[in-house]
């Protein structure tokens, strides 16, 4: 059977491949955002999304990542969306999350994202929450926030980044499973620290800032250890590495 599927944040850098790989597969897909007069922090345009729609997958972000303003959106959005699936009987609700949200509470950005989560388990539709770590396209902002003059400073500690493609990839998936009512993970194929992480992502961008190495750097202002950001025992692994896909995608020559 032909499944409508809604994509919340369907512009957005996983959401627009999301719908592209969902729509090769046949099915009908709807990317759902401000852009396409779908707000769900307004409603506007909600309920006309999501009538007739089985499957939600929420890939939308936040456009402030200020403490308070994060917190509203991702509370907003989540009460919004999950009442509007109530009412249009929707069956599966996906959610992209981040691993580690709960171990990084000191964070504002980590506290809406839990917010989100905690919305989602405690209503009455079946969900999968999927909890991806950093993806490769972040890591130049991680450098952004760490940058003071020419020199990054970072924490050592322990990753597992992700491409946005295996991301896409793996959501596609499990957009079309049965709901867990649960949390799965999402990691790349291997572990890299922070410092190395970026070391080598400006070294093939030839960008001339320096990573220094500082146990007391945080990650965008949190503390972070090598298990603050790691998955846990049974992640599910994009086949994507780090140094291939730095090849790919930055210009040779
Ligand atoms: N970055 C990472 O490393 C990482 C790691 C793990 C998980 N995640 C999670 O991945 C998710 C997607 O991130 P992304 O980088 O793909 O996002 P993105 O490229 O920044 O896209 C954000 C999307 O949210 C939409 N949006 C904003 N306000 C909205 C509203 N009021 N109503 C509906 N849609 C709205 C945007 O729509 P318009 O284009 O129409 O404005 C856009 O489609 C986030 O929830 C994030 O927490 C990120």
């Known amino acids: 059977m032909k499944t409508k599927i809604v994509v919340i944040g369907g512009s957005g850098l996983i959401g627009a491949k999301l719908v592209k790989n969902l729509r090769q597969q046949g099915h009908e897909v709807l990317p759902a955002s401000p852009s396409s007069g779908v707000n769900t922090i307004t409603g506007e345009g909600l309920a006309d999304a999501l009538a007739g729609a089985q499957v939600v997958v929420d890939v939308a972000n936040a456009p402030s990542w200020e ?10 959005s989540g009460r919004n969306l999950l009442a509007a699936e109530a009412t249009a009987g929707v069956g599966h609700h996906v ?3 981040v691993v580690g949200t709960d171990r990084l509470l000191t964070s504002g950005y980590f506290r809406a994202k839990m917010a989100q989560e905690n919305l989602i388990k405690g209503s009455p539709i079946p969900y999968t929450i999927v909890r991806a770590t950093q993806f490769f396209e972040f890591v130049g902002a991680i450098a952004q926030s760490a940058t003071e003059g020419q020199t990054v400073r970072l924490p050592p500690a322990m990753m ?4 946005s493609d295996d991301v896409a990839a793996a959501l596609t998936d499990i957009a079309v499973e049965q709901p867990l009512n649960g949390t799965i993970e999402l990691a790349g194929p291997e572990p890299i620290r922070m410092d190395e992480l ?4 400006l070294s093939a961008n030839r960008d001339a800032r320096k990573v220094t190495t500082d146990v ?10 090598d298990q603050s950001l790691t998955p846990g025992n049974n992640p ?3 086949p994507t590495r780090f140094d291939d896909w730095l090849r ?5 020559g």
């Not at 403490?67 to 907003?76: G, P, Q, S």
């Not at 970026?198 to 992502?201: A, E």
């Not at 007391?216 to 250890?225: I, Q, S, W």
């Not at 790919?248 to 040779?252: A, H, K, N, T």
Request: proline share 5%.
């Open 95 to 97: 959610a992209l999350s």
């Open 216 to 225: 007391h750097a945080g990650y965008f202002g949190t503390a972070v250890n």
């Open 198 to 201: 970026v070391r080598r992502f």
């Open 248 to 252: 790919r995608s930055i210009p040779q």
């Open 236 to 238: 599910r692994l994009g």
């Open 160 to 163: 597992q980044p992700i491409v």
């Open 67 to 76: 403490d308070k303003a994060v917190l509203e959106f991702f509370e907003t």
